[in-house]
């Protein structure tokens, strides 16, 4: 049985090196110059994966959601100036990359895990002036009860316009110092 999961572990990784050997070689083309921007090459790489597991086969239900999320899990990543290694994120707020790290298992802190590059990477939005945006750990506090979100269900629920905040962000609202208000939104969020 472990066998066959190292063998499906190989696979899998073979398949993903395979995948970015192809984004890299576009990226780098002369030819394709402006064509082959990141968000571009997310929504080209989207655009063949519809073609060539199209919508209308009930089989594909699961590829096709999965590749529809692929351009959004995109946009929350690069939203608000993207993202910092642990490394730099310990250094922003003036902790050990040990103790950023496990503010961020204890859903303390916002993050995830880069799988291709076995790597913990922090949103640089909920940082200002050298510590943790005020309000994100409560409204995380929220959000993790059940535990129902993922890391980036938590991501879209800070950068994402809500009708009970008059169709404003909640780290919009943080930033502005309405915490009730990101409270009441976030237990509406996972309810």
Not at 41 to 54: G, V
Not at 63 to 77: D, M, S, T, Y
Not at 133 to 155: P, S, T
Not at 158 to 167: A, E, K, T, V
């Amino acid at each position: 049985m472990a066998a066959l999961v190292i063998e499906a572990d190989v696979a899998e990784d073979k398949v993903v090196n395979d995948i970015r050997a192809v984004l890299r070689k576009l990226a780098s083309s002369r030819l394709l110059a402006g064509v082959t921007t990141a968000p571009n090459l997310a929504r080209l790489t989207d655009k063949a994966f519809r073609a060539e597991f199209p919508v209308d086969k009930s089989d594909n239900r699961l590829a096709n959601a999965i590749a529809r999320g692929i351009p959004a899990r995109r946009k929350v990543v690069a939203d608000e100036g993207g993202s910092i290694s642990a490394e730099e994120a310990a250094e922003e707020i003036g902790i050990s990359k040990q103790a950023i790290l496990k503010r961020y298992q204890k859903g303390h802190i916002i993050a995830w895990r880069e799988e291709r590059q076995k790597a913990v990477r922090f949103p640089v939005w909920q940082f200002r002036e050298h510590k943790v945006l005020d309000g994100i750990e409560e409204a995380l506090k929220v959000l993790n009860a059940g535990n129902r979100l993922d890391d980036f269900g938590r991501m879209l629920f800070f950068l994402s316009n809500h009708g009970f905040l008059g169709g404003k962000r909640p780290l919009d609202c943080l930033r502005q110092g309405e915490l009730t208000k990101v409270l009441q939104a976030a237990q509406g969020y996972v309810e």
